[in-house]
Every structure is written in structure tokens, then in C-alpha cells.
């Protein structure tokens, strides 16, 4: 998988991808991360990417040429070329213009673009992108949260971090990205066997379906006064995913209950959220 990223800063992405899974993901060659200098496509001797907005207002407006003529200038082979949008095929190569208008960027989100051959992420700056770069030459505008930053790198590096570590193998386990926070559902609704797994090991964050994850500890056991739940050292490895999957649900209710609405429930789990206090709105 290669993603490209058009930027006017392409030394901002030295930091963000040189540590941890990212760093090891580019080195043993599962992913490859390509910056382009916009300023490397014009043609004026100031190297300007910007100019002033039609119809008057404030701030600097990117010009569509350097964008387009750096997406055009991409190797000429069929692994690197992005087709017009007209005959894009947008299961393998995807052109993301990144924007606070756009659509969130989600785990969901991630999943889709982690199965891509190409992703192009196009940096904004200034006032934004002239329009017809997300008409003409982005399939999809995406924001990663409601606020406004100074620019897209920031985003750009966030979407790469969070696609990378679900491309197969990324990961030491494959299960790792899997049973967490957002994590695929691994049971449907009213599931009499939910939540076993077939050796009866808990999973590593087993059962997260779309909710937020659980709790985690580790030695040691009884830091400055407070204990570790006595459940996880117990042994019993169905009273402990019992517990995961409730301290997972709780947690969700508090930070993030509007993630209970579209998250497949068990019985089980709604008479728990009811002891908790939630009514389901529909
Ligand atoms: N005038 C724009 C607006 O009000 O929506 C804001 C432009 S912002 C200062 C400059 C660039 O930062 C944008 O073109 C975009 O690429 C990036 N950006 C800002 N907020 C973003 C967000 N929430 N998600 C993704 N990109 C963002």
C-alpha cells in the first residue's frame, strides 16, 4: 500500500512517522509513504501555491494547478498512476482532501482505506483548497474532528497512523486491532454464546463491537494504595470477560454513549446499562 501526501510542508512528516509501528511498518516495506512538495509544481520564480480568494474575504486560497500537476506527475507505471476521477476504480486508489468540511474520519473509515492500493492525501493550508479540487480531482473530503486546524498535515499524519496499524501484518497480533476501542462486533445481538471464544482464553481486549474498550492493568498489582480488581487475578477467565465486556459498556456510557445507540447489545449487556441508568432512545 503507498500512500502519497501533497503538502506545501513535506519536513513536517519527518516526526510523526519515524517512531513505533509507523517507522517499522515503512522500513520492512508492508507500507510506503511518499511527501510532494507543492511548490515543486509551479511555475513562477516565488514558488506560489496560494492566491487571493474570488469575490473578496480573508486569507490565501491554494491553487488548483501545483495539486493537479503534482497528482499528474506521479510515475508513470500502473502501481503509482491515479486514473482521472471519472474512471477511478475507488476500492483500490482513493483522493482525500482534507478538510474541516469533510466527512469524519472513523475507525470504519480507516478499515476501508487500509484495504487500498493508493491513497493521496491532499493538505489544505490558508483559507483552504479551491473548490475544484474536491469537484474535480478528490473522491472524498474527510475531517478528522470538529475544529479547525491550521492546516492538513496534522490530519493527514493521523489518517496514516490509525489506516497503517490495520493493514495485515502491521501488527504482531492479528487479533490486536481487532478487540479494541471501535473495534468489528464479534457477536450478534442476543448471541446465547456471546463473549466465548473458542479455546476459552479471554481475547486481549475481548469484545469491544463498537463500544469504547475496557480498563487495562499491569504490575503491579497494588499501586500506591489501590489494588487491581480482584477479578483479574483470579483466573477465571469467564468471570473476567464478564467483567471487560461491563467495565467496557460503563465506560462507553460515560464517554461516549452515543456509540450505545448503533453498538449490537446483548440482553445481557442492556439490562447491565439499565442498572447503570441508560434508556435507549428508540
Ligand atoms: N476555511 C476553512 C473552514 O472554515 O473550513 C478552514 C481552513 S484551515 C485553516 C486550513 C486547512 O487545514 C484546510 O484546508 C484543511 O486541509 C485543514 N484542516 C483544518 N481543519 C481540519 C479538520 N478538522 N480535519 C481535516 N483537515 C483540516
Known amino acids: 500500500m503507498r500512500f502519497n501526501i501533497l503538502t506545501i510542508f513535506p519536513d513536517f512528516f519527518t516526526g510523526p512517522f519515524d517512531h513505533g509501528v509507523l517507522s517499522r511498518a515503512i522500513t520492512t516495506g508492508l ?28 486569507g490565501m486560497v491554494l491553487k488548483p494547478q501545483p495539486i493537479f500537476e503534482c497528482i499528474e506527475a506521479f510515475g508513470a507505471d500502473e502501481t503509482t498512476t491515479i486514473a482521472p476521477k471519472s474512471t477511478r476504480d475507488t476500492t483500490r486508489q482513493s483522493v482525500i482532501l482534507l478538510s474541516a468540511q469533510g466527512r469524519p474520519f472513523t475507525q470504519a473509515t480507516a478499515h476501508r482505506l487500509a484495504k487500498m492500493e493508493q491513497v493521496v492525501l491532499i493538505c489544505g493550508r490558508y483559507e483552504g483548497v479551491d473548490e475544484r479540487v474536491s469537484d474535480l480531482l478528490a473522491d472524498e473530503e474527510l475531517s478528522i474532528g470538529d475544529y479547525v486546524l491550521s492546516g492538513g498535515e496534522l490530519a493527514a499524519a493521523i489518517i496514516v497512523d490509525a489506516t497503517v496499524r490495520l493493514i495485515p501484518g502491521v501488527l504482531g497480533h492479528a487479533d490486536s486491532n481487532r478487540y479494541e476501542s471501535f473495534g468489528v462486533a464479534d457477536h450478534q445481538p442476543e448471541d446465547p454464546d456471546d463473549g466465548k471464544t473458542a479455546d476459552g482464553v479471554p481475547r486481549s481486549t475481548h469484545g469491544a463491537g463498537g463500544i469504547l474498550d475496557y480498563p487495562h492493568y499491569t504490575r503491579p498489582a497494588d499501586f500506591r494504595g489501590t489494588p487491581i480488581p480482584d477479578v483479574l487475578a483470579g483466573g477465571d477467565h469467564a468471570a473476567i470477560r464478564h467483567w471487560r465486556r461491563q467495565m467496557a459498556l460503563a465506560k462507553t456510557l460515560r464517554n461516549r454513549p452515543d456509540l450505545l445507540a448503533r453498538a449490537p447489545l446483548t440482553r445481557e449487556d442492556r439490562a447491565y446499562l439499565a442498572t447503570l441508568g441508560y434508556r435507549p432512545t428508540s
Open 31 to 58: 507500507v510506503e509513504v511518499a511527501t510532494h512538495d507543492l511548490r515543486a509544481f509551479t511555475h513562477d520564480r516565488h514558488r506560489t501555491v496560494d492566491d487571493r480568494p474570488f469575490g473578496g474575504g480573508e
